[in-house]
């Protein structure tokens, strides 16, 4: 990746506010190139979308409830306008839906969300394992190596929450070593919908240890160099949580009361 060139950028503001002080507007060129080399600093309705999105993720905001607009103000620090075109982009992503009149209330994934993302999905991962294989060195099998340990030891102690996150660690390695920008893109816009589920998965009875027995799988396969292998398991890992998480949706408890 190339790096920036601050001195380089400073001298160049310098000479066009130059240009500008003798008059010479260049049918707007200055303005226009100063916009286009000027870095844009984190505006305050993304950070603040930030800090809803990892709630949302963390399960603070868990899926369904309201956001009460006054309440998430004062506990952001911030004015009424940043929070709504937060709550924008997180409805862009799916995170939140808007019903007029009513507000913003956490989105709630459905049987059908699952049945239609996990095909998907199973696919491209499958893919960036088969990537990530084939671009994996020494040093990254040993990272791998100590991630799972970790996912061996959390499985053990029966550390749901802890095994989701180096869970999570382990799919963004494989993503990362891929090295492929168009498949990281897609995958991360369809996980953002899959983690406010993901977690309810774990909790089917023996469904922890068959997925430690699934990334265990993937990780021999890479460690052998064996892309199509490494392919198919973690395509088979994913496939065997859409089935882990519509067998949840089943047992759900109902919101009739009877």
Not at 20 to 32: F, K, L, P
Not at 138 to 144: E, F, R, T
Not at 210 to 225: I, P, R, T, W, Y
Not at 246 to 258: C, F, N, Q, V
């Amino acid at each position: 990746m190339a790096r920036s060139h601050p001195c380089r950028t400073v001298q160049w503001f310098s000479k066009a506010q130059r240009c500008a002080r003798a008059g010479w507007r260049g049918r707007g060129r200055v303005r226009s190139e100063e916009n286009a080399v000027r870095p844009v600093a984190n505006s305050l309705h993304d950070e603040a979308a930030a800090r809803l999105r990892e709630q949302i993720f963390a399960g603070a905001l868990p899926p369904g409830s309201f956001l009460d607009e006054v309440a998430l103000c004062e506990g952001l620090a911030i004015s009424r306008t940043p929070l709504r075109e937060a709550l924008k982009v997180l409805v862009a992503e799916g995170l939140l839906r808007h019903e007029p009149r009513r507000g913003c209330f956490v989105t709630e994934v459905t049987v059908r969300d699952l049945d239609e993302i996990f095909p998907v999905i199973a696919l491209l991962e499958g893919r960036a394992a088969h990537e990530a294989t084939l671009k994996a060195g020494p040093a990254d099998l040993a990272v791998l190596e100590v991630l799972h340990q970790r996912l061996q030891q959390q499985a053990a102690a029966g550390h749901i929450t802890a095994y989701y996150e180096t869970n999570h660690a382990i799919h963004e390695a494989f993503i990362t070593l891929a090295d492929n920008r168009w498949l990281s893109q897609v995958i991360a816009d369809l996980r953002k919908i899959l983690r406010l589920a993901r977690l309810q998965q774990l909790q089917v009875p023996g469904r922890l240890e068959k997925s430690l027995d699934e990334h265990l799988a993937v990780f021999a396969a890479l460690q052998a160099g064996d892309g199509p292998a490494a392919e198919e398991a973690m395509r088979t890992h994913l496939l065997r949580q859409h089935t882990a998480l519509r067998h949840g949706a089943r047992h759900h408890p109902s919101k009739l009361t009877p």
